[in-house]
Every structure is written in C-alpha cells, then in structure tokens.
C-alpha cells in the first residue's frame, strides 16, 4: 500500500513560512492500495488538495473518520468527490451515546456553519458508524477501536496480504497511568498497532507542554515513541503537530525525544507530502 499525508497538524490549520516544511493542513492520510483502493484517513483541511490529485475515472472512496472534532472534519465539505454524482462516497466513523453519525454530521454540514447540507450532496453517499465489526473495503481489511480521547473517538487498523499501517491520531495512551508504559493489554490502542510496518500517531506535545495538558487527549513525543517500542512497530510517523510549534521546533523536539527514548525503530516526523511504501509489491 502507499500512504501519503496531506494534513499533518493538530486543533488548527497553521499556513505560513514558519510551519512551510511539516504543513498546516490539518489531519488527512491517504491509502492507495496494490489493486487501486483507495482510502482516506479523515477529513481535515488536507483533504481539498488530495480530492483534487484523484482521477476522474473513480467511482469510490472510502473515508475514515477517527472523530469529529472539527480539525478532523473541517476539509470534509471542500473534497471534491461529494460534488461528483457519479461517485460512492462512503464515510466511516463514530456516533455518540445521545445522536448517530449522520446526525453528527448534519450539524457541521448545514447553515449557518456550512451552505450545503449533507443531504443535498449530490454524490452517492453512504454513512458507517464505527467502531464496529472488522470490515473489507477492495484488499484492505479494517479494524477499528475505541481509544483514549474526549468524545467518541477511533483508531484504525488497515492490512493487506503484505503490510499493516495503524492510524491511531488523537491518543493519549498514558492517561491515568502511573508508570507509562503498561502492559499492551491495559494500554490504549495497543491492538491496533501491534507489530505495524507504519504507525502514525498523535504527538502534540513536549515532556513538558504534556504535564500541562494531562487529560486534553494527546501525547507527547517521547510517550508516542515509547507507545510505538510497547507495540513493537517497524516505522512511527509522529503526527497532530501542536499549531505553535515550529518547523524548527519539531526537529528540535523530535532529536530530543529521540534521545531520551533510543528507539532501535524509525521515527519520522511527519510533514504534508510524504509518501510511505509498505509491503513487497
């Protein structure tokens, strides 16, 4: 599979010279599978410049929601597909313990927020409430589960004949721990990315900007790197750059996270326009 980041920053979009190198779009991931699937890992402003990459040839996508904050979902209404009648458009994510998915949904998609609603899309549009039974779209086949975040919110495991990438963003694995890490049973999406070629996951924070922020639903660099040794991951790509921190800042958090945590895998901070090859084909 080739997985491509097209939003790599966290709560806001951040453009400017200062965030340049590593983005301010926020969260959006693509996944092309070997016999032409493709998939979408959320929706936020990322998502408008991968819509407008896709062939007019396509007649589907599939789009994974982890949650619906708004820096998750704030792309959604400028992705080109649902504008196309010719196009299945199916998206995947939660509902709440109070409304459905695509009562979630309607309240962003409407006026006053947005002039089209979500029923006026003209697209072939089909609604998923995760998390739910493990599913196949085309060669991928998808796991998901709860994990520790405000609000109803879902990680994602995708798998072919030859690769996993787990995509497990807006995770604060060591809340309420004592000592991080646990075991993988007690630890928050620990399923999910067990022994992955590629984890992308949430790493907003500094050590010190996490103590901070205990509870808020995100990790700090070195806890995403320890997670990803728990998990024994062959790749981690730290993802959900916290909107004030720098090109410079995250090379500079990145290098010191990486020394405190000596991992004997590689880490890779992640910046709009990367592209990930997994698997032998």
């Not at 982890?66 to 994510?93: C, R």
């Amino acid at each position: 599979m080739k997985v491509t980041l097209w939003g790599t920053r966290g709560s806001l979009a951040t453009p400017g010279t200062a965030t340049a190198r590593y983005g301010g779009n926020t969260s959006c991931a693509s996944v092309h599978g070997p016999d032409g699937t493709i998939l979408v890992l959320d929706a936020g402003t990322g998502i408008r410049p991968l819509g407008m990459t896709l062939p007019r040839s396509l007649r589907r996508v599939d789009i994974c929601l982890t949650h619906l904050h708004l820096d998750h979902i704030q792309g959604l209404g400028f992705f080109a597909p649902l504008y196309n009648p010719a196009v299945e458009v199916h998206i995947w994510g939660p509902a709440s313990t109070t409304m459905s998915l695509q009562d979630r949904l309607m309240r962003y998609l409407s006026p006053p927020l947005f002039p089209v609603r979500l029923r006026e899309l003209p697209c072939k549009l089909s609604l998923h409430e995760t998390p739910c039974a493990d599913f196949t779209i085309g060669e991928f086949h998808i796991a998901s589960a709860l994990i520790c975040h405000p609000g109803p919110t879902v990680g994602y495991r995708i798998t072919t004949a030859d690769a996993t990438l787990a995509y497990v963003t807006d995770h604060e694995p060591a809340l309420g721990v004592p000592e991080f890490p646990m075991s993988g049973a007690w630890t928050s999406g620990y399923e999910l990315a067990a022994e992955a070629d590629l984890l992308i996951h949430d790493a907003q924070y500094s050590s010190e900007e996490y103590a901070r922020y205990v509870g808020w639903g995100h990790s700090s660099l070195q806890h995403a790197i320890t997670f990803a040794a728990l998990a024994k991951v062959q790749h981690v790509v730290l993802f959900h750059h916290d909107p004030g921190h720098t090109d410079q800042d995250i090379d500079r958090l990145t290098a010191e996270a990486i020394a405190a945590t000596r991992p004997t895998f590689a880490v890779t901070p992640g910046a709009e326009g990367c592209v990930f090859e997994l698997g032998s084909r």
